[in-house]
């Protein structure tokens, strides 16, 4: 087969495999990460002759540099200044202990110490981009869980650093027989390090954003992009240059980008290269994974796993709990974090390039991040279905899972002295707005939230607060949601706002129910369920939009109140 040929059936059949595992997964509701490494698995199984490796290895290497380039465009130090007192060190904790029990597991069964380190790092690390995607389609990113989880893997994700300087370190050191000589080799590769990081630092300050000023005033796109990806090879030169690798040279021109004016533009002009490479590299991760060699290592495959899994899980939980923050919101954190980030996928063509890993120990990366991904992905789908079946165990055990005392949590011998108020259930960004209309209105009303912060600065203002689970009947009842004239769901998760909606009907049948919801067609399903008023805020924003747009086009009010009421009824509002 002629080059050329070969060159245009691997990329045909490269798209074939990304194109047709990508819509399984979607369809099956799955990351479509996981649709790519599957397709590429089945090429590489029944049609091995076929593919042009080389090529494959080629392009999937550009694909893992942009991927850690958009990654450092993503992230900015400003970012970390707002979680690091609060989320860092327990972050860290969870990363060590993680590293230390997955390097313990593997070491039972035998696997090289080297490669341990490898698989223990990219054990401890979760997905930015699959936990945030799914909590985004869910509308739960500024819920107090999404809150906590967004920080956490922020941090993991500058962790990434000194686990590429660290590894690449042992790596070179893993053929000396001296222990000082091996320290010595982290410790150089550290410092130099800390070298490239201060030129980077002062780079982000001062040089780079001058140089891509002065390339946007030509206001040309093909300059721009083509000067940015110049940043990244140089970059990566340098970083190769002083021992270090490519990929961390990637990630830290990124950071360097993202510091700059122009990050959002060059993010948006990358993004396409980058979506493109990446998928390359995801389809070609599944046509190297060996089925054999996974085969016969299944229980070290297995054993992995289900340690990676509860071990992330327990951590995060009982970390957060440490902390004193809410059982639920625990739960939900350590549920969020049990996959292993795709950046295992990295580690392991890292550690191969290295000379670090063998095609068995990659084989045993890729099948542990792949099956983490596919469990974890519908346990965060469900995760408040998870967790209230996690609630009902935990009951039977109180004196292990019971809930710290506060001053502000409900006793359960007793209701909360109000009545004739409105009960509003979170308070984020919706319903902060509800309850401050509310105090100017002078209509007495009461919060029910599990976000300490949020309750102990309500409580500062003079605001009346419980503490607990709206979605807990005895929270309800105390507060006094039998004598309440309405109550207010501003919670957008549906398995939630059921069970509040249940509780408050078997307290009080004549209560006013309002909930908020992301989705059109739940409206039906809360209303089937007693609630008499469905809020959709981006439909709410969208009127707002069409009455200020009506107006500016000389529309007179009453044909605006017409359209507004037809787009209600289209709607099902009215």
Known sequence: ??????????????????????????????????????????????????????????????????????????????????????????????????????????VLFQVGFVPALYLGAAAALSSTAIVVKLLSERGELDSVPGEVATGWLVVQDLAVVPILILLAAVSKSSGSTSVIASFGTVILAMLKAGVVLAVVVYLGRHGVPKLL??????????????????IVFFVGLTTYAVGLS?????????????????????????????????????????????????????????????????????????????????????????????????????????????????????????????????????????????????????????????????????????GYPI????????????????GRALQMAGVPFLVVDYNQTTLKTLKESGIQTIYGDPADKEVLDYAQVDLAKAIVIAIPDRHTQEMIIGNALSLNRKIKIICRTHHEEDQRHLKSL????????????????????????????EEIAGKMSRLKIEHGVV
């Open 530 to 557: 007693g609630v008499q008023v469905v809020v959709q805020p981006e439909f709410e924003a969208a009127l707002s939009i069409v009455n200020r747009l009506l107006s500016d086009f000389g529309v007179e009010e």
């Open 246 to 414: 490519i990929t961390l040279g990637a990630f830290l021109a990124g950071l360097l980008v993202a510091e700059t004016s122009q990050n959002h533009a060059i993010f948006a002009e990358i993004r396409p290269l980058r979506d493109l490479f990446a998928v390359v590299f995801f389809v070609s991760l599944g046509m190297s994974l060996p089925i054999s060699a996974v085969f016969t290592v299944w229980p070290v495959v297995l054993a992995l796993t289900a340690s990676v899994v509860l071990v992330k899980w327990f951590i995060s939980f009982g970390l957060l709990r440490f902390m004193n923050y809410h059982r639920k919101t625990a739960f939900l954190v350590g549920l969020y974090l049990t996959q292993v980030s795709e950046f295992g996928f990295v580690l392991a063509r890292a550690g191969v390039a290295a000379g670090a890993l063998n095609d068995t120990h990659a084989a045993i990366l890729v099948a542990v991040t792949f099956l983490t991904i596919m469990i974890s992905a519908p346990l965060i789908t469900r995760s408040h279905d998870v967790y209230y079946g996690f609630a009902a165990l935990a009951r039977r055990f109180p004196k292990f899972f019971r809930e710290e005392e506060r001053e502000n949590e409900f006793p359960r011998d007793e």
């Open 419 to 434: 009545t004739d108020h409105v009960v509003i259930c979170g308070y984020g960004r919706v319903g902060r707005y509800i």
């Open 1 to 106: 087969m002629s080059s050329s040929l070969s060159l245009i059936t691997t990329f045909l059949l490269l798209l074939a495999a990304a194109i047709g595992g990508g819509v399984i997964a979607i369809r099956l509701r799955l990351p479509s990460i996981l649709g790519y490494i599957a397709g590429g698995i089945v090429v590489a199984t029944f049609l091995p002759g076929i593919i042009n490796h080389p090529i494959v290895e080629m392009v999937s290497q550009g694909g893992v540099t942009l991927l850690l380039f958009a990654l450092g465009i993503e992230f900015s130090f400003h970012k970390l200044r707002r979680i690091l007192h609060v989320i860092a060190w327990p972050a860290i904790a969870q990363i060590l202990v993680t590293f230390f029990v997955v390097l313990l597991v593997l």
């Open 213 to 230: 000023t002065a390339v946007s005033s030509f206001r040309n796109r093909e300059l721009l992009l083509l000067t940015t990806i110049g």
